[in-house]
């Protein structure tokens, strides 16, 4: 009879058990117990549940070190990759400015600017990139400076007070445009020449505009009393867009106006004019 069968088959008329003896090596009496097997069975069935729970909590605890460190080499890379991001934009964003600021020189001292092929060819290419249908930059096409400024926001959209600055830091100062307070229903106008993506409200903007300036620039026009452009329209500088007023997340009537570059916010008086 193997082990195996001796020690589960419970089949006879006397109850099987199983004899444990003890002999100390000092010479002292002997121990024996007699186990049921019942017992004895019992135990190995729990020693066994005891060692796979074991191994099963050991494969697991590894499984989840490996996910863990995978994950914090995953977050470090997706950080590098924000920062790269950053960078890119940041770089993109002081080259256009620089570009700007030298088309104004230029106007100044009466010189007709003109973008440099090289120029054009980038903004080209970063328009196919976004999927904008227009024609406003062709490779055939040689955008002068002075197009270049009329589609800058760079028109103040109201003359009154400006009660909060642009601040880019994040946590509770942050805050993506400038507050300019007037009398309600005070003109807004475009801030420069664009094409409106939208006129309409939200929660927090209330009634608002969105201008697209072309060069990746949109301007946003919030916390409007009503509105005088409707999606698609094509507005230039100075052009009647709406109303001041308190709509959407305000406590009185301002204009909440916002400049961004390729969506993201910068501060609008970087090019506003005085």
Not at 174 to 195: F, K, Q
Not at 246 to 261: A, K, Y
Request: no cysteine; hydrophobic share 40%.
């Amino acid at each position: 009879m193997s082990a195996w069968r001796w020690l589960f088959d419970s089949r006879g008329k006397a109850p099987r058990k199983v004899r444990v003896h003890l002999a100390p090596d000092t010479g002292e009496e002997s121990l024996d117990w007699d186990v049921p097997l019942l017992y004895f069975r019992l135990v190995i069935v729990a020693a066994v549940i005891g060692l796979l729970a074991l191994l099963f909590l050991i494969v697991s605890a590894g499984s989840l070190i490996v996910q863990k460190q995978e994950k914090r080499i995953l977050v470090r890379r997706i950080d590098d990759l924000t920062q790269k991001v950053a960078r890119v934009h940041s770089l993109e964003t002081q080259l256009e400015e620089t570009t700007l600021v030298l088309f104004k020189i230029q106007e100044m001292l009466d010189v007709q600017p003109q973008l440099p092929d090289s120029l054009v060819a980038d903004l080209v290419a970063r328009r196919s990139r976004s999927g904008d249908a227009t024609s406003l930059l062709e490779g055939r096409i040689s955008m002068s400076g002075q197009q270049m400024l009329d589609a800058s926001p760079s028109a103040w959209p109201v003359r009154g007070w400006v009660t909060r600055e642009f601040s880019g830091q994040r946590g509770p100062e942050y805050h993506a445009g400038l507050d300019i307070s007037a009398d309600e229903n005070t003109p807004i106008r475009a801030s420069g020449d664009g094409v409106v993506l939208v006129a309409g409200w939200n929660e927090e903007y209330g009634n608002f505009v969105l201008i697209e300036h072309g060069f990746g620039m949109t301007s946003l026009y919030a916390h409007n009393n009503s509105l005088s452009v409707r999606k698609e329209d094509r507005v230039r500088t100075g052009d009647v867009i709406a109303f001041m007023g308190s709509s959407g997340r305000s406590t009185g009537p301002h204009l909440h106006f916002e400049v961004r570059r390729n969506g993201i916010p910068v501060d609008p008086k970087n090019y506003l004019l005085d």
